[in-house]
């Protein structure tokens, strides 16, 4: 069985910086959609940044353009997130998803994409 194991969540000052890991091991893609969520406590669960490994496109949400930037190591199965500028807003549960389309890269809604890891907390101090 496939799993995704995020791992680089702590916590921050705000204005610092964290670098997110995303392992997947398990499981064989096509080019898909691999993206970042998070949520905050009391608020829905967000889609942050998106990475199309069909050509390596890249997607984000507006909170966090220019901030985050989202990469992909082909030959370690590994996804990345890097954090910079880091805001108490930020702070939520970060999960990793998988499997999802194109146009649910473009959209970063969280019904398209079928596979989840655990997640990973990160707290931003003011």
Same mark, same amino acid.
Not at 59 to 63: C, F, K, L, P, Q
């Given at each position: 069985q496939g799993q995704l194991v995020e791992s680089g969540g702590g916590s921050v000052q705000a204005g610092g910086s964290l670098r997110l890991s995303c392992s997947v091991s398990g499981y064989? /893609?096509?080019s898909n959609c691999m993206a970042w969520f998070? @949520? !905050?406590p009391g608020k829905e669960r967000e889609g942050v940044a998106g990475f199309y490994t069909g050509g390596g496109t890249t /997607? =984000? !949400?507006? #909170?966090v353009r220019g901030r985050f930037t989202i990469s992909r190591h082909n030959a370690e199965n590994t996804l990345y997130l890097q954090m910079n500028n880091l805001k108490p807003e930020d702070t939520a549960? =970060? /999960?990793c998803a998988a +499997? +999802? #389309?194109r146009w649910s890269c473009s959209q970063l809604t969280r019904q398209w994409f079928p596979d989840? +890891? @655990?997640g990973t907390q990160v707290t931003v101090s003011s």
């Open positions: 064989t /893609y096509d998070r @949520q !905050a /997607y =984000y !949400a507006d #909170s549960i =970060y /999960y +499997g +999802g #389309s989840w +890891g @655990q």
